[in-house]
Structures are given as structure tokens and as C-alpha cells.
């Protein structure tokens, strides 16, 4: 089956510093990735869709400088947290569909679990 | 715009059959998709329904009625491993990479 992998798992950094999330489709390319955020107890909330070799689509109230994304070849988007604050502390989770159509499913990575001192 | 409505929680006995309900309300509409999610990991694939009925993958089914806007996971001889949230998500239009809008999820705590 298709597999997302993304790394790290965990991380945690001081305020004020960039953090980088990488997202890798393994056996299958992806010439787009999804990635959300989920809070504690609360449902997973779309960021941002990113599309290989050109910019990413960001939702409402999304900060694209903010929230940095790179989707440089069919297996790998980026994403990265800038000038991160403790209130970006989440659970970021990416995702892929492992073939064109809204009736394949997302396949979605471990998640990245960031804490922000 | 979309609205997907899940109960929030949801208690099971081991063994026993429960049933998730999901409604939806959303402005296109292909298919409905659920997840199961255990806490601190990702979601996992269950089930994805674009024609009204029920599909049956196991322990697992799953139902779409398009006309309500509504759709039941149903789970049978829970084991103590289903505790866990159970997404449905909406994707809402064909053709193309379209965003999934995610709901809630609805806990399910198994108890012995």
C-alpha cells in the first residue's frame, strides 16, 4: 500500500527559531500534498495544499510567511515553521493521495508532534 | 461551505455492535471517507462510500445515504483496540486533487 513518511516524529524548539518538516510519499508520486494541523481533542484542520513545482494553496487565515512550504520534486514537501511562538505548539500531520481522483484516499504520514518553549 | 456533524463521544462494551453517525452538509459532494485515529498518531484509511448503501469490509461497514447527507460507521464484536476517534471527511467535488474537509470525530471508548 502506500506509504507517507515523515520526519520528525517530535520536536521541540525555543521561541523565536524555524523548524522544518519533511514529508516523503515512499512508493508512489505525489505531485500534491496536504498539510494539517491538529489541536488537542480537536479535529484535523486543513493548512495548506501543496502542489509540486509551483506555490501552495493556503486556507483562510493561514499565514504563508509563516508557514513555509516546498514542494520541490514528486516525493518530498517541506514544511517550515518560522519565527515560531509557543501557540504554534500542534501536531502537524501531511498527506497524499496515491492517484489523481477524489475517490482515492489520503494517505497521511506519522505526524510531527512540535512543542515550542 | 461544509458542515460535518459527528457525535463528540461515544461508550461501547466489548463485543457489543456500535454505530457512528455522521451528517454533512457541504456546497459538492463525491464521496465520504472514514478514519480511524488512535490518540498521538495518524489517521488510518477505513472506508470511503460514493454510492448510497452499505459496504462491509469485515468487523467494519459503512453507509451513505446522499440524499440525507448522512452516513454510519458501524463496528461489530468491538475489541478493546477500537477505542480510538473515528473521522468522517467529505470530498466534496470530482475530478482532480480536492481538499477533504474533516469532521469532528467522535471518541469511542471499548470498555471490558
Known amino acids: 500500500g502506500a506509504v507517507v513518511s515523515q520526519h520528525p516524529s517530535r520536536v521541540i524548539c525555543k521561541s523565536g527559531t524555524s523548524v522544518k518538516i519533511e514529508c516523503r510519499s515512499l512508493?508512489?508520486?505525489?505531485?500534491?500534498m496536504f498539510w494539517y494541523r491538529q489541536f488537542p481533542k480537536q479535529s484535523l484542520m486543513l493548512m495548506a495544499t501543496?502542489?509540486?513545482?509551483?506555490?501552495?494553496?493556503?486556507e483562510q487565515g493561514v499565514e504563508k510567511d509563516k508557514f513555509l512550504i516546498n514542494h520541490a520534486s514528486l516525493t518530498l514537501s517541506t514544511l517550515t515553521v518560522t519565527s515560531a511562538h509557543p501557540e504554534d505548539s500542534s501536531f502537524y500531520i501531511c498527506?497524499?493521495?496515491?492517484?489523481?481522483?477524489?475517490?482515492?484516499?489520503?494517505?497521511f504520514g506519522n505526524g510531527t508532534r512540535l512543542t515550542v518553549t | 461551505g461544509q458542515n460535518i456533524d459527528q457525535p463528540t463521544e461515544m461508550t461501547a462494551t466489548e463485543g457489543a455492535i456500535v454505530q457512528i453517525n455522521c451528517t454533512y452538509q457541504?456546497?459538492?459532494?463525491?464521496?465520504l471517507f472514514w478514519y480511524q485515529q488512535h490518540a498521538g498518531e495518524a489517521p488510518t484509511f477505513l472506508s470511503y462510500?460514493?454510492?448510497?448503501g452499505l459496504e462491509e469490509k469485515g468487523r467494519f461497514s459503512s453507509f451513505l445515504s446522499r440524499s440525507k447527507g448522512y452516513s454510519y460507521l458501524l463496528l461489530k464484536e468491538l475489541q478493546m483496540k477500537d477505542s480510538a476517534s473515528y473521522l468522517c471527511?467529505?470530498?466534496?467535488?470530482?475530478?482532480?486533487?480536492?481538499?477533504?474537509?474533516f469532521g469532528t470525530g467522535t471518541k469511542l471508548q471499548v470498555i471490558p
Open positions: 457541504t456546497s459538492g459532494f463525491n464521496g
Open positions: 471527511a467529505v470530498s466534496p467535488n470530482s475530478g482532480g486533487y480536492q481538499k477533504v474537509t
Open positions: 498527506s497524499a493521495r496515491e492517484r489523481l481522483g477524489v475517490d482515492s484516499p489520503l494517505h
Open positions: 512508493d508512489f508520486q505525489a505531485t500534491t
Open positions: 462510500n460514493v454510492l448510497d
Open positions: 501543496s502542489n509540486e513545482g509551483s506555490k501552495a494553496t493556503y
